[in-house]
């Protein structure tokens, strides 16, 4: 049989009716534990919940077959996946961050494995010469994100991974902002990839969860990771994995809504007087334009967006807003909008002046509509 396409995988992959029932939406298994036959078995194959459970089989298998890996393994939330990948270390070992990365990947490093002995170096992955120099004897790991968060920097999943692979290191690629819709980081040669299952594939902001896919390559550390997740317990409740897995159904419709949206939006955005500078990978004046088109089928959801005026004005702005709630988080229906500095807290990097924007799936002249009315309120210092 040929391949199935997303659409058609979003829906059917690691999906079957109820055994039991013949329900066709499967039911949520509650049972923390599994009956034993009186020889000691279990016949279904299911012993206690943490261990494993249908619901999250289920999930799993679906997100696996996205990726195109030969495992998935769940978790409580994103940032108990991307613990779990570093907890596949050992101390002494190396990892190279990105500079522009999701907030708590690095303060995990910090704060939760430093004193563990791991060591990191963070990197402008933008640039391989930079990271064929960072890379040490001691590396293991390469982290990529693509698209960065919140400055939407490209960096190039092949190109890393042939330099990694090249040094004995390993890549991972957190693949929240793009979701398998639009990037496979496994096919551009990464070795795992990460999710937030919070954003898009959970998809409506009613869930936390994360997961790591395996490449088909690595089955040991699959082996490695399934016990992390079943010794260490940091699991998603079979609640959880049902709603994540009720999301991903309309992924790909959803991904196309937001992608569409979000271009028409980033246009609007860089053509406006009170608009300083515009983060979004699918406008031509992207510095990685081309490299985006290549390994991306579609720009995304998210938008940065520099304010004239600075942090106060970028305030003013937030605070008109109608229609897009102050909130950090996306991937969600309903668009978001915030000053991203100011909840990375102190030590934060990203520039004052800077907004980041989850464009949902309201019209998007609505959503047009209320920037405009909040963004021509800025008064503009004489030029
Ligand atoms: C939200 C997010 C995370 C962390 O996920 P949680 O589900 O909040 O733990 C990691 N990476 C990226 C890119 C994210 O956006």
Redesign the pocket.
């Known amino acids: 049989m040929t391949p199935l396409h997303p659409e058609t995988l979003a829906i059917h992959a690691g999906r079957q009716s109820d055994p039991a029932t013949g329900a066709v939406v499967s039911p949520i298994y509650l049972s923390s534990t599994y009956e034993r036959d009186p020889d000691g078995s279990y016949p279904q194959g299911y012993t206690y919940s943490r261990d494993n459970n249908p619901n999250r089989q289920a999930l799993e298998s679906c997100l696996a077959h996205l990726e195109g890996g030969s495992a998935a393994i769940a978790f409580a ?4 996946a ?1 613990l779990a990948v570093f907890q596949t270390l050992r101390p002494g070992d190396h990892v190279i961050l990105p500079q522009d990365v ?1 907030r ?2 690095p303060a995990l490093v910090k704060e939760l494995l430093q004193p563990w002995d791991l060591t990191s170096t963070a990197v402008d992955l933008r640039d391989p010469t930079v990271l064929k120099a960072a890379i040490r004897p001691a590396t293991r790991l390469v982290w990529v ?1 693509t698209p960065s ?1 919140p400055l939407l920097h490209i960096s190039d999943i092949a190109a890393i991974a042939e330099m990694a692979h090249g040094s004995g290191a390993l890549v991972a690629c ?1 693949n ?2 793009a979701t398998p819709m639009l990037q496979k980081p496994l096919d551009w040669g990464a070795d795992l990839v990460i999710h ?1 299952t ?2 898009y594939l959970g998809g409506h902001s009613d869930v ?3 997961a790591v896919v395996v490449g088909s390559q690595h089955p040991e550390l699959a082996q490695t990771l399934h016990r992390i997740q079943s010794v260490g317990g940091a699991v998603p409740s079979p609640f959880d994995c049902w709603l994540i897995l009720r999301g991903i159904q309309t992924l790909p419709y959803r991904i196309r809504g937001h992608c569409e949206n979000a271009l028409q939006i980033a246009r609007f955005l860089a053509d406006h007087p009170a608009v300083a500078t515009v983060h979004y990978p699918g406008l031509p004046q992207h510095p990685q334009f081309d490299l985006a088109q290549r390994q991306m089928k579609g720009s995304g959801g998210m938008i940065s967006a520099q304010i004239k005026g600075g942090s106060a004005a970028a305030f003013g702005m937030l605070a008109r807003l109608q229609l897009f709630t102050r909130a950090t ?2 991937g969600g229906v309903e668009s978001l909008i915030e000053h991203r500095a100011s909840i990375e807290g102190p030590g934060s990097q990203t520039p004052a002046d800077l907004v980041r924007i989850s464009i949902g799936l309201e019209h998007p002249q609505d959503l047009m509509d209320d920037l405009a009315q909040a963004l021509d309120k800025i008064e503009l210092a004489q030029t």
Do not use: F, I
């Open positions: 939330s994103g940032v108990a991307t999701y708590g990947t994100e968060n957190d929240t902002w937030s919070t954003k936390v969860g994360g988080s996306l």
